[in-house]
């Protein structure tokens, strides 16, 4: 596999994860007991940290791309793995 095709791999597990851990962590201005303002919708944060969003979701996306090549070296699943239905090779 080309280091390219590994980058492209990569940057699409970052997104996804990011995406994925976006309503981890987050608390709401009920929740922690701040005052609203005027006109401000009910499920916003009191404080986005959106770097800390990026640092998980790159560590996240680390392990996930490790597993995702390891598993294209070693071919521990493959797609004959996968199928659930229909006729069976044997």
Not at 4 to 14: D, E, G, M, V
Not at 64 to 70: G, I, S
């Amino acid at each position: 596999m080309q280091w390219t095709s590994i980058l492209a791999i990569y940057f699409l597990f970052f997104v996804f994860s990011a995406f994925v851990l976006l309503p981890f962590g987050v608390r709401t201005h009920d929740e922690a007991g701040v005052e609203k303002v005027p006109g401000q919708a009910d499920s916003a944060p009191v404080e986005f940290r959106g770097g800390r969003v990026l640092l998980r979701a790159a560590l996240l996306a680390v392990l996930v791309t490790a597993a995702y090549v390891l598993n294209y070296i070693y071919a521990w699943i493959t797609v004959d793995d996968l199928m659930f239905w229909g006729p069976w090779a044997e």
